[in-house]
């Protein structure tokens, strides 16, 4: 009988059929597998991330070369016929003669831009900001001193409300017209505090606008100067 030796004793060049048992070392693998495999994983999301980075990049520049290279629009001028039909002219040039009835409506809307007093402050600022668009830099500087003079409609803004309706635009020469106007001011509790009738020459010119403005001022009609003063015997 052998002894307890030589029955724990493995035999010299005999291998086990299997090797040991160890839950840690399996462990310690299959972990270590799998931050392998997550590690591909997130190469290979990071290499479609940025070629998708790349083709987008790509698909910008492209958009923005297409757009710099578009031409600027180009306003068209329209009219109403005598039928009341709106006709098509062309596009707006230096070569285009505004006729009367266009140069009355844009004086009808510049004295509605500036005259009018809504109540919202930010409504005033846009339409002053597009009457500056329709002034040379001298009618321009003018404007500034008569908002800053007192009584003006400038001084109105938030107090009071006023409305404007233009009754007339006539010519008087070559360049000069003069425009007839009814204003009503109504207090904040909307109340007519009192109206008065504004009568004012205007001089006029065409000129090439600048592209900032061409949208804005497609026929090139510019105020040069103006004077306006309160009729007389306007009721208060």
């Known amino acids: 009988m052998s002894s307890t030796k030589d029955l724990l004793q493995t035999p010299v060049g005999q291998r086990p059929s299997s090797p040991p048992m160890s839950p840690h ?3 310690a693998r299959k ?12 190469k290979r999301a990071w290499r479609w991330a940025a070629v998708g980075g790349y083709a987008l990049s790509v698909l910008l520049a ?32 230096p070569n285009y003669t505004p006729g009367q009835a266009e140069i009355r409506y844009f004086l009808k809307h510049w004295v509605e831009l500036v005259r009018t007093v809504p109540l919202d402050p930010v409504v005033v600022k846009s339409a002053w900001n597009e009457a500056y668009s329709f002034m040379t830099p001298a009618s321009a500087n003018k404007l500034n001193v008569e908002a800053r003079a007192p009584g003006s409609t400038m001084s109105k803004v ?39 009738t504004w009568t004012s020459t205007f ?24 004077n306006w003063q309160r009729d007389i015997g306007s009721t208060p």
Do not use: C, M
């Open 62 to 93: 492209s958009g923005l070369i297409a757009l710099s290279n578009r031409p600027p629009p180009k306003p068209l001028i329209a009219r109403i016929n005598t039928d009341g039909a709106p006709q098509v002219v062309g596009y707006a040039s």
């Open 203 to 226: 001089t006029v010119k065409q000129s090439t606008p600048d592209p900032k403005v061409e949208l804005v001022n497609p026929l090139g009609l510019f105020i040069t100067d103006f």
């Open 25 to 27: 070392h399996d462990s």
């Open 158 to 196: 938030g107090t009071e409300t006023v409305t404007t309706q233009v009754t007339s635009v006539v010519p008087v020469s070559a360049d000069s017209y003069q425009v007839r106007w009814v204003e009503t001011s109504f207090t904040d509790q909307g109340q007519v505090k009192e109206r008065a």
């Open 31 to 42: 972990g270590w597998t799998d931050k392998l495999e997550k590690s591909e994983s997130d």
